[in-house]
């Protein structure tokens, strides 16, 4: 069995480079990966029966990169693929040529916590094991 991707969407891949170049401008250098050697690590997630190269990954550190990253793609009709860590084992993160990645890796702070509420407040690139070791032991009931 098969997966059926769309046909990327070749004017968009005939502005690749412009792309990128309005990218760069949102992001610092380091969060931007552009070359195909570096891309090739976020052509697939943990389901590495399907492989796509992505257009460029985005990696923002702030609410408000992530928010002109977004706008960026919606104004120049660039698909984004939204990625975690890349653990996942369903596919979700699978690329296509046209789209960009926007990874949440960096935005990975833990905002605030609350034992007694169970309740914390997290960046969205945080790990469950992040969460675990920030938590008081927990005692066995």
Do not use: W
């Not at 969407?9 to 552009?34: F, K, M, Q």
């Not at 070359?35 to 052509?43: K, Q, W």
């Not at 990954?57 to 702030?62: K, R």
């Amino acid at each position: 069995m098969s997966i059926a991707f769309p046909k990327p969407n070749e004017a968009v891949l005939a502005r690749r480079d412009e792309i990128s170049t309005g990218l760069a401008r949102l992001v610092a250098p380091e969060a931007l990966v552009v070359s195909e050697d570096e891309l090739r690590s976020f052509e697939t997630d943990a389901l590495t029966a399907y492989r796509k190269m992505p257009l460029a990954v985005v990696l923002p550190s702030t609410t408000a990169e992530v928010s002109a990253v977004l706008r960026f793609c919606h104004e120049h009709g660039v698909k984004v693929v939204p990625r975690g860590a890349g653990t996942s084992l369903c596919g979700g993160a699978i690329p296509q040529e046209d789209a960009i990645i926007l990874g949440v890796a960096k935005m990975n702070r833990i905002l605030e916590t609350d034992f007694e509420n169970r309740t914390a407040r997290v960046q969205a690139g945080v790990t469950n094991l992040a969460i675990t070791r920030r938590l008081p032991n927990l005692e066995p009931r």
